[in-house]
Each structure stands twice: as structure tokens, then as C-alpha cells.
């Protein structure tokens, strides 16, 4: 079959087909659910074969230098694309290259040397769900902001996350929030739970 053909296949193909489809061109097993990815860097994969193939072919009166070196960039690309989709084993990392898997993930060091929270912040943020880059200045208009710490299971955090998209809210702060406004109407703090109110319509 044409590498054409192969690549037509692909957006047609199953996730666990296309699981295997990158095992077979990339030549390592991936367990990600991506499928956009998967078709992409199967591909980048089959077309880098493609063109080795075609150049080999076109210098097979050259060198033999010149065959490695397209042999050599042909494995190289192959090789960069396993390290962008096959996602690395976080657990087996030390503390200081958590820190700088940190540092490159979330956008901003850390001081933490807790391995299960940074495992767990790396992994959030690649997903989406945590905010990166630089802390904003914690001051607005004279009014000074405290960043409460809240710990939770990561297990309990992925079950929360799902109900308040469920729900249709914009995030987790606007769960929090409004949780804590029907707790206080609830138990009679009204002033305080107006205080909530005020806050949100203030960042909308």
C-alpha cells in the first residue's frame, strides 16, 4: 500500500487501531487517548520513512556516507517524535527534576520538595486544569488577595472537576465559590455570602 493511502486510513481508524498503527510506525507502544496526535505523529513517522526511502533510492549511486546520513536523520526525527507523545514515567524522577519539570510545565519554580505534589501539579497542568505561567501581582486596587491552600486527593480533585463542568460552572474557584455562598445563606451569613457575590461579578 502507498504512504498516501496508509495516512488516508488513519483519521478512519479506531483509537486502539491507531494505538497500534503507533507502535508498529514509531516502533513504541503509547497508551494516548489523543487521536488528533496519534494521526499527526504516525504521519511525520510514515513520511519520514517515505522520504528516506525516495532518497535512498535517488543517491543509490552515492556514497555510503551519504546513505547513513539520511538513515541517521530519518531515525532522529522518529526518535523526537516517541519523546513528544510517549508521556514520561513522573514517579521515577528525583525531586530536583520534578522541580525543573516544574519550572518547564507550570511556568514558574517551585519550592516544594513534596514529589507527590509536584507529580500531581505537572500532571494537571499538562492537562489544562491548573493555571500557569507567572503569579499575577496579588494586589487590585488596594484590595489584598490571600491564596488559601487547599489539599485533596488527586482522585477527589478529578471527580470535582467533572461535576462543576457537569454543572456548566467555569471553574474550580467558581465551584468553591458558590459553594461557600449557599453554605453561608444557608447557615445565615448573608453579609458575608453578598461579600462572595461581589467578588465574582468583580472578575466577570
Known amino acids: 500500500m502507498s504512504t498516501k493511502k496508509e495516512i488516508a486510513k488513519l483519521t478512519k ?3 486502539i487501531d491507531l494505538q497500534a498503527k503507533f507502535a508498529e510506525a514509531i516502533g513504541k507502544k503509547t497508551r494516548s487517548s489523543n487521536r488528533k496526535l496519534l494521526v499527526r505523529k504516525i504521519t511525520e513517522a510514515l513520511q519520514a520513512v517515505s522520504s ?3 532518497e535512498k533510492t535517488a543517491s543509490s549511486s552515492g556514497s555510503a ?7 541517521t536523520a530519518a531515525t532522529t526525527s522518529v526518535a523526537e517524535q516517541v519523546a513528544e507523545i510517549v508521556p514520561e514515567k513522573l514517579t521515577e524522577l ?9 519550572l518547564e510545565v507550570v511556568g514558574r519554580p517551585t519550592g516544594s520538595s513534596d514529589k507527590q505534589y509536584l507529580v ?15 503569579r499575577k501581582n496579588a494586589r487590585r486596587e488596594d484590595v489584598i488577595f490571600k491564596i488559601l ?17 457537569r454543572q456548566g460552572l467555569h471553574s474550580r474557584m467558581d465551584l468553591f ?4 455562598h449557599d453554605y453561608l445563606v444557608g ?10 457575590t461581589d467578588a465574582t461579578a468583580g472578575e466577570q
Open 13 to 15: 481508524m479506531e483509537l
Open 52 to 54: 528516506c526511502a525516495g
Open 65 to 71: 556516507a551519504t546513505e547513513t546520513a539520511v538513515a
Open 94 to 102: 528525583t525531586v530536583p527534576q520534578l522541580q525543573a519539570r516544574y
Open 120 to 134: 500531581w501539579k505537572i500532571r494537571e497542568a499538562r492537562k489544562g486544569r491548573v493555571p500557569v505561567g507567572p
Open 149 to 165: 491552600p487547599l489539599r485533596m486527593e488527586a482522585a477527589m480533585v478529578d471527580k470535582l472537576d467533572e461535576a462543576w463542568r
Open 177 to 180: 465559590r458558590k459553594s461557600l
Open 187 to 196: 447557615v445565615g451569613e448573608n453579609n458575608v455570602a453578598a461579600l462572595l
